[in-house]
């Protein structure tokens, strides 16, 4: 008996030696993730990994230049990477310097170097559907052209710039058009020098004095520190974010770059001063620090035309340091602008969802980092500073979790301590996406070095439902009592019944993603349906 006891004791402790040797790698996949493949890769590394739910490469792509942060497939199965090239004038975090086009199977086809004393490229990049590409720059003006701005520290700045660039050849590009920061000042301080007034009469300008972290007093070149762009070519408008102003801005792209320097409106008759911002009101007079929403925040872009998500960092909250992620509905009107009443700041004042719901402190990344909605409804998050990316649920449950195996030093054993595997966005794509058709996406091994045993299943199920037109939608959070989402596979219409048959909403366009407030609905089952799904589904309203 002894010996079966220690034997079972000697098992015990073997097994969890073993369970606690994973370091990286996959850690969970379940039936509810979406079934997908996700393009993740170390800050410090040079190499790019497209990964299946088991955490199974199925291709990689080599660069000379460790990451400038972001990289995205396109839909030839390409992928456009950021890289890093160094500089003895621009040093702030996320530099960038080359943007890189690699094709499936490795051959760089093109590159372009954004990095001297007077332009750098930083952070992030959008593809354009008729091929070109808007980067993220940081520009640089003097002391003296600071002062004469009406800056009262007169320092040497660095203007946030966005570039089209039309790629030309295999290492050159031309700039069609660009915006810069620099072109949209206001200063209250000197009434002799240009743009003078109160930032409040002037909301889609910057005020050049605004104090705070980042702010033109704290005597740093990268005073606004974007961090994300985001291109919607429906309403021809560009999302950017701030991470030191804690804001997120809209500006217009139907200008041409003359009318983009001013306030003249271009073909939308729009203009070039900012169409929307929001997150921290006080930075243009219309707002308290207790009005301030987002906190270091990434990766801000659309979800449909009146809705965005974005992560949140959360450093510096007044009830402590957390992250989430957040998805809010934006105040679009009929014209392109965005509702503002006199005197008040740009809403929304509430989110339509947050992950976590509550605070948690053992979730917080204070830089770097994403969250991207998936076409099931569930949100692929990355806490960037960790490696760390998890695919939650509408309700908040995890279905798919991951620690990038990448780092500065090479990729990782499994069972070593996980260090310098910092990701900046983690990206899913469905099986059924257009970069990865005709190609193949036979799984090798895992990312890490001598990975773990694996009994890890891909659930196809739901992409073969979607496939045969028998699912196609779904809807978040049900039951409900205020609003639900109801979330397409593609572009859709929809529609909702009483059980009686009655029409009690339609929609007037067709969207993958659409907003129904429900709370004026009497409590009950209504049928949901969609131009294409074969089925209803039922919803709950309580």
């Known amino acids: ?12 402790l073997c097994q969890s ?20 493949y996700t393009l993740v890769g170390g800050l410090g590394s040079g190499t790019t990994h497209l990964i ?3 955490g199974r490469v199925v291709n990689s792509w080599e660069s000379n230049y460790t990451a400038g942060a972001a990289s995205y497939m396109l839909a030839d199965g390409d992928l456009l990477r950021c890289g890093r090239v160094e500089t003895e004038f621009f040093t702030g975090g996320g530099i960038g310097g080359i943007v890189e086009r690699f094709s499936w199977d490795g051959t760089l086809e093109w590159s372009m170097q954004f990095a001297n004393d007077t ?8 593809y354009m559907p008729g091929g070109n590409i808007l980067v993220l720059a940081w520009g640089v003006v003097s002391g003296e052209e600071s002062a004469d701005a009406g800056d009262v520290d007169a320092q040497s700045l660095w203007p946030e710039m966005v570039l089209e660039i039309e790629p030309i050849g295999a290492d050159s590009g031309a700039v069609v058009w660009s915006w810069s920061t620099w072109d949209h000042l206001v200063q209250n301080v000197d009434s002799t020098l240009p ?3 109160a930032p409040a009469d002037f909301p889609g300008r910057f005020d050049v004095n605004y104090i705070g972290p980042g702010g033109a007093s704290s005597i740093s070149g990268d005073w606004q520190h974007w961090n994300a762009i985001d291109y919607n070519a429906e309403l021809d408008q560009i999302m950017l974010s701030s991470k030191r102003w804690n804001e997120i801005y809209i500006i217009d792209h139907s200008t041409t770059t003359a009318q983009a320097a001013t306030s003249i409106g271009g073909a939308a008759g729009r203009g070039g001063d900012i169409l929307y911002r929001w997150g921290n009101p006080i930075t243009y007079g219309r707002g308290t620090e207790e009005d301030k929403v987002l906190f270091g925040q990434h990766h801000a872009h659309w979800l449909t035309n009146e809705s965005a998500l974005l992560f949140n960092n959360g450093q510096n909250r007044p009830d402590g340091d957390y992250s989430s992620a957040d998805e809010f509905t934006l105040p679009l009107q009929a014209d392109g602008t965005y509702l503002l009443e006199d005197g008040a700041s740009y809403g929304p004042a509430s989110l339509d969802w947050r992950y976590p719901e509550t605070g948690n402190e053992n979730f917080f990344a204070a830089r770097i980092s994403g969250a991207q909605r998936l076409p099931n409804g569930n949100t692929l998050i990355c806490e960037g500073t960790k490696g760390h990316s998890f695919e939650v649920t509408p309700a908040g449950d995890i279905v798919w979790d991951y620690i990038t195996a990448d780092s500065g030093a090479g990729t990782i054993t ?11 966005r983690t990206t899913r794509y469905g099986a059924d996406h257009p970069a990865l058709a005709g190609f193949d996406l036979t799984p090798g091994a895992p990312v890490e070095l001598d990975p773990l045993p694996s009994d890890c299943e ?3 199920g739901l992409r073969d439902d979607l496939a045969a037109g028998h699912w196609g939608f779904t809807i978040f959070p049900n039951p409900a009592s205020d609003r639900v989402t109801v979330q397409s596979d593609q572009p859709t219409t929809a529609v909702v019944r009483d059980l009686s048959g009655r029409v009690v909403w339609r929609s007037e366009w067709a969207s993958d993603r659409h907003i129904i407030g429900i709370g004026n609905f009497a409590a009950g089952a209504y049928l949901v349906s969609t131009s294409n799904a074969t089925l209803a589904q039922l919803l709950i309203k309580y």
């Open 1 to 12: 008996m002894l010996r079966i006891l220690s034997t079972l004791l000697l098992l015990i």
């Open 17 to 36: 030696s073993a369970t606690a040797q994973q370091t990286v790698g996959l850690f969970q996949n379940t039936p509810e993730a979406f079934d997908g």
């Open 52 to 54: 299946d739910n088991c």
């Open 119 to 126: 332009v750098h490229q930083h952070h992030d990049i959008a």
């Open 195 to 197: 743009n003078y007034g």
């Open 414 to 424: 499994q069972g070593m301590v996980a260090i310098g595997n910092s990701t900046f």
């Open 458 to 460: 891909i659930y196809a």
